[in-house]
């Protein structure tokens, strides 16, 4: 893996993603058009104060994952990787390339959305502004890690898509945004302790109640370990062409 390959990788990624507008519409248009969706819901309400932070977070979760590994598979479906990694480039290069690319699509999908809320929709944050801002650009990483390792085992587009109910439904079902951790079976705790989700949704859940960045830091450190594991796996599995 080079800086050079590995930079070559970012931009065309980025050039592609800035050709294709629906790609852009979901990646940001969408997450703040359901945030505006509970905001109008619970209008009056101050469920937006309490449960915008988590949203924040989850939504471009959700759509990086998809859209990184639809976008992948595609690309291996075409013919693209096999082409690319025939030469000199490595899976590293095309791993880091993916995640430096929709790392920075990441800054620009949590800046907007996270403005979005904030001053179109009215949302209160109690904690650090600057650090929810991190937190959402993290998971967004984090999505876009999980899409990378998700589709190497997919075959088609269609499984790429099911396979979000498979890594991403768990996880929100254990996380602690549906119950607090503490009261659930002792199982599904310790399986929630596995999660990277859960460690997401835990800081941002103390931002919301009044937290600064010193009192989540250590929630911020795992999600980046759970980021580092899964481009480690994704580098891992990736291959040039659908099995």
Not at 3 to 13: C, E, I, K, N, P
Not at 23 to 45: E, H, K, N, R, S
Request: proline fraction near 5%; hydrophobic fraction near 55%.
């Amino acid at each position: 893996m080079t800086a050079r390959r590995t930079l070559a990788t970012t931009v065309r990624v980025l050039q592609q993603i800035r050709n294709d507008p629906r790609t852009v519409g979901i990646l940001v248009g969408l997450p703040c058009l359901l945030l505006w969706l509970v905001a109008w819901m619970f209008d009056g309400t101050p469920v937006l104060d309490t449960f915008g932070p988590l949203l924040v977070g989850l939504f471009p979760l959700i759509v990086m994952f998809l859209v990184t590994s639809v976008t992948t598979l595609r690309e291996r479906q075409s013919g693209t990787l096999e082409r690319l990694m025939a030469g000199p480039v490595g899976k590293g290069d095309v791993v880091v390339g993916y995640a430096l690319a929709f790392g920075l699509v990441a800054v620009l999908q949590a800046l907007v959305v996270v403005g979005f809320t904030v001053l179109v929709l009215g949302m209160e944050v109690a904690g650090a502004l600057w650090v929810v801002v991190l937190v959402a650009v993290l998971d967004a990483v984090l999505g876009t890690a999980l899409g990378l390792a998700a589709s190497s085992v997919a075959r088609t587009e269609f499984q790429a898509v099911q396979l979000m109910p498979v890594v991403i439904f768990p996880q929100l079902v254990t996380c602690g945004l549906l119950m607090p951790r503490d009261q659930m079976p002792a199982v599904l705790e310790a399986i929630s302790r596995a999660l990277p989700l859960t460690y997401g949704m835990e800081a941002l859940q103390q931002l919301a109640a009044g937290a600064d960045f010193t009192e989540v830091r250590g929630a911020v450190g795992v999600v980046v370990l759970f980021i580092a594991g899964a481009l480690a796996l994704g580098a891992t599995t990736l291959h040039r062409r659908t099995p």
